[in-house]
């Protein structure tokens, strides 16, 4: 259970931050 809520929040707070980031310079 910890794994799954630590997972959730790193993929929402740290994907969405680094797919972001590199989606911008890369689609650019």
Do not use: W, Y
Not at 1 to 23: A, E, H, P, S
């Amino acid at each position: 259970m910890n794994k799954k809520t630590v997972r959730d929040i790193d993929v929402n707070g740290k994907k969405v931050i680094v797919r972001c980031d590199f989606n911008v310079p890369q689609d650019s």
